[in-house]
């Protein structure tokens, strides 16, 4: 069984700068959802994903925008980078069997991004 | 609004000893709570659920509807228990997890 992988691990952008990270989910998953965590503090959800729709979404801006391909992967794609965006962005995925019904998710290590 | 607080940001034990790791939440609906754990360069992942008042790894916690808390609690505290833990609590309807700010907890030997 294949576990959440996220891509890149770390990178570095400046501001004003766009950034797209990877998510793959875990085998047989249809939903995934993104996290942010900043330093010090617990993740945050940033939006919800199933059959390649948006169906939950947390206190971000519109500049935090995503995609859900028909492999259930997907991609958090944020624009025009703020310095507070520095943070580590998690992806989990879940076999929500109707659009994330339930708590339990599995993780990616995440992705570290660092805006100058 | 949902809300999740973990009042203790570094909690130390002694090997042996018991452990709680508290959490208290807001939440106008009925909650569905979790306890997360991340150890040491290694992702998230979950530890128990409310629901299935199960025990891991000599964990368990007990929702509190009328304290509104989700105390985690292990009788004989290991060394391997060291790690962030994390409280949350699941919406279905915004189909989210809220998390605390987690507990990082040491136990020496």
């Known amino acids: 069984e294949t576990g959440v992988t996220q891509s890149p691990t770390h990178l570095i952008k400046t501001r004003g700068q766009q950034v797209t990270l990877r998510c793959s989910s875990q085998?047989?998953?249809?939903?995934v959802s993104w996290y942010q965590q900043a330093l010090g503090q617990g993740p945050q959800f940033i939006f919800q994903y199933y059959r390649e729709e948006e169906n939950g979404r947390g206190n971000f801006p519109p500049r935090f925008s995503g995609l859900q391909f028909p492999n259930y992967s997907s991609e958090l794609n944020v624009n025009a980078l703020e310095l507070d965006d520095s943070a580590l962005y998690l992806c989990?995925?879940?076999?929500?069997?109707?659009?994330?019904?339930?708590?339990?998710?599995?993780f990616g290590e995440g992705s570290r991004l660092t805006v100058l | 609004a949902q809300r999740v607080t973990q009042p203790e940001k570094l909690l130390s034990v002694f090997k042996g000893a018991p452990v709680e790791l508290k959490c208290n939440y807001s939440?106008?609906?009925?909650?569905?709570l979790f306890w997360y754990v991340q150890y040491s360069r290694q992702r998230l992942q979950l530890l128990l659920r409310?629901?299935s008042r199960e025990s891991i790894k000599g964990f368990t916690a007990d929702l509190n509807k009328g304290e509104t808390s989700f105390h985690l609690k292990k009788p004989f505290a290991q060394e391997e228990d060291s790690a962030m833990y994390y409280c949350?609590?699941?919406?279905?309807?915004?189909?989210?997890?809220?998390f605390g700010s987690g507990t990082q907890l040491t136990v020496l030997p």
């Open positions: 409310h629901i």
């Open positions: 939440y106008s609906g009925s909650p569905e």
């Open positions: 085998s047989g998953h249809n939903t």
């Open positions: 949350a609590l699941f919406s279905g309807s915004a189909r989210q997890l809220t």
């Open positions: 989990a995925s879940s076999l929500g069997g109707g659009g994330g019904k339930t708590g339990e998710l599995f």
